[in-house]
């Protein structure tokens, strides 16, 4: 797609996604992302979070937040606001990078946009953090979970060679997804091979 987080892309379903799990889908501005990507790195966006009250030894660790990690726990903040979850409830997500990944970005959106203000920081904070609302999100129904897994053909069977037995399996075999976790240890060895012969570990 035309978005600034990079990723998998618009329509894509993973290939190792259960689908019948999913009980939401929550589309996130990429904007929002970068702005919060700016706050959690740039010394002013830093400095107003800790007048703001957040501790600063964990303003210190944001940069473990990266694009995908960002546009996560606003999907959770959304999600959570949609469910009415109280100070009770506990909402997890997966922060699936950081900021190792994109630190030339910093530089990149200076030069775009211009320097990170306090008043940026102030905006971003209260549009892109505080302000995050539930639209753009839907509750998934079981027709609706079968369109979303059915977008796997044309990823999977026409470009990558998938069958269309194999998709139908996904959604009907009970055993299909539970066969696939009891490779794990095979699959972690193999992973362990890789790294070794890559000079990773």
């Known amino acids: 797609g035309s978005h600034r987080i990079e990723g998998i892309g618009d329509k894509h ?12 889908v929550v ?3 990429d ?3 970068v702005n919060l990507l700016r706050l959690f790195n740039e010394p ?3 400095e107003y979070l800790v007048k703001k009250g957040v501790p600063a030894e964990l303003v210190q660790q944001l940069d473990l937040f ?5 546009a996560n726990m606003l999907s959770a903040i959304k999600a959570a606001k949609y469910y009415e979850m109280g100070e009770n409830d ?3 997500f997966v922060m699936t990078d950081s900021m190792e990944l994109y630190s030339s970005r910093i530089q990149e959106y200076r030069e775009q946009f211009g320097e990170f203000t306090p008043f940026d920081a102030a905006e971003a904070f209260a ?5 995050e609302t539930t639209d753009h999100l839907i509750e998934l129904t079981y027709a609706d979970r079968r369109r979303v897994h059915n977008l796997k053909y044309y990823t999977w069977v026409e470009q990558q060679g998938k069958t269309y037995e194999e998709i139908l399996a996904q959604w009907y075999d009970p055993n ?3 066969d696939i976790q009891k490779q794990v240890p095979e699959i972690d060895a193999l992973i362990t091979e890789f790294n070794e012969r890559a000079g990773l570990l």
Do not use: C
């Not at 993973?14 to 009980?23: A, F, L, R």
């Open 13 to 24: 379903v993973p290939w190792i996604h259960n689908v019948k799990n999913t009980d939401m």
């Open 27 to 29: 589309a996130i501005d």
């Open 31 to 33: 904007n929002s992302v």
């Open 44 to 46: 002013a966006g830093r």
């Open 66 to 70: 990266g694009f995908s990690g960002i």
């Open 90 to 92: 506990i909402m997890l």
């Open 127 to 131: 549009r892109d953090l505080h302000g």
């Open 176 to 178: 299909y997804w539970t």
